[in-house]
């Protein structure tokens, strides 16, 4: 399946901000529960405005930032989240994603993409659960002609980027686009590139030090990676900010700055 419309010069320079409990928590760490719905959609409303014409594509959530797109009626292709936040937990910490919507349901909000995160460890008995849940997905995105974005996020292994990536494969998942966790070195960055063959991969943050994951992906494109889906990493420290000032600085000045910063390493 096409997922061309979420490229600027053949490269993935997207943002990610579907986060939703994880939001809650940057905006009051002691009380997240009590943080307003029109807050989460404010903050989510100034970050979008700020890069919406610098991005090639969006990863929104349904709940905060779809109001917050629509508000300003933006034309950047977007994508939506199947999983529910969180995961289920079975014993001895074994995660299984559970969705909350299916690409019919994405289609129908407008999104031109699913985005699908999967919690993966090979070695736990929900692994092969977590393998066709991924099938599934990418079987109903495709019915409705929808690209599949499939990030995957070890837990409680030591396998590699490149081993869990590997699983998939073997059972036939093959996503439109793999958003993966920043390999560990140049080496296995060039096998992810060679086991997909022309599939892209493209990396996300993981709310790590700016400057570490600029290091991360000028590793990962210099051997096939694709771009970046960016989230925590390049925004988070707006959430903390006690002014209507000091956001407007942090997002004309370091978001910004951050944003270009990385699109010249993919596209240089």
């Known amino acids: 399946?096409?997922?061309?419309?979420?490229?600027?010069?053949?490269?993935?320079?997207?943002?990610?901000?579907?986060?939703?409990?994880?939001?809650?928590?940057?905006?009051?760490?002691?009380?997240?529960?009590?943080?307003?719905?029109?807050?989460?959609?404010?903050?989510?409303?100034?970050?979008?405005?700020?890069?919406?014409?610098?991005?090639?594509?969006v990863l929104i959530d349904q709940d905060w930032g779809l109001p917050a797109y629509r508000q300003l009626d933006l034309k950047v292709p977007f994508l939506l989240p199947a999983e529910q936040t969180g995961y289920l937990e079975q014993q001895e910490e074994e995660r299984e994603t559970q969705i909350s919507l299916w690409p019919q349901e994405i289609k129908k909000m407008g999104a031109q993409g699913t985005k699908l995160l999967v919690y993966f460890n090979p070695q736990a008995k929900t692994a092969q659960k977590q393998i066709n849940t991924a099938k599934e997905v990418l079987e109903k995105s495709h019915q409705e002609e929808l690209p599949l974005f499939l990030e995957i996020v070890r837990y409680g292994s030591l396998?590699?980027?490149?081993?869990?990536?590997?699983?998939?494969?073997?059972?036939?998942?093959?996503?439109?686009?793999?958003?993966?966790?920043?390999?560990?070195d140049k080496q296995e960055c060039a096998n992810i590139t060679s086991?997909?063959?022309?599939?892209?991969?493209?990396?996300?943050?993981?709310?790590?030090?700016?400057?570490?994951?600029?290091?991360?992906?000028?590793?990962?494109?210099?051997?096939?990676?694709?771009?970046f889906l960016a989230g925590r990493s390049l925004w988070q420290e707006l959430l903390s900010l006690d002014t209507k000032e000091k956001k407007q600085e942090f997002l004309d000045r370091t978001l910004l700055q951050r944003l270009e910063t990385i699109k010249k390493i993919v596209l240089r």
């Open 159 to 184: 396998s590699t980027v490149e081993q869990c990536v590997g699983e998939f494969i073997n059972n036939g998942v093959i996503a439109d686009v793999f958003k993966l966790e920043p390999p560990q």
């Open 195 to 227: 086991l997909l063959n022309q599939t892209p991969w493209i990396i996300l943050t993981r709310g790590i030090d700016f400057e570490l994951f600029c290091g991360k992906l000028s590793a990962a494109t210099s051997e096939g990676c694709s771009g």
């Open 1 to 57: 399946m096409d997922s061309s419309i979420f490229t600027a010069q053949g490269k993935y320079l997207m943002l990610a901000l579907d986060q939703r409990d994880s939001f809650k928590k940057l905006m009051s760490k002691e009380h997240p529960e009590l943080v307003e719905d029109d807050e989460i959609v404010k903050n989510k409303r100034l970050i979008l405005k700020t890069v919406s014409q610098h991005i090639s594509g």
